[in-house]
């Protein structure tokens, strides 16, 4: 079930929300949703590569290695 916050936005950035929903025919609302809902994503990976950083068990690997392990797989 949605629920309702409020915030407070720079008059810049309201400006800058504005123009962007008028452009593409969604509202505020919707792109405010999109963009918490694609930072929560970003910021679940950056979690788990941050986790995986200080594994000292988890073997790190050079690019190249990754595309010589990616190739064999093929």
Known sequence: MPVSISLRLPKTVHEQLQEIAEESD?????LIRKAIERYLEEYADYRIALD???DK?????SAKELRKRLASKD
């Open 57 to 61: 068990d988890d073997e790190i690997i």
């Open 26 to 30: 969604r509202t505020k609302s919707y």
């Open 52 to 54: 995986r950083l200080h």
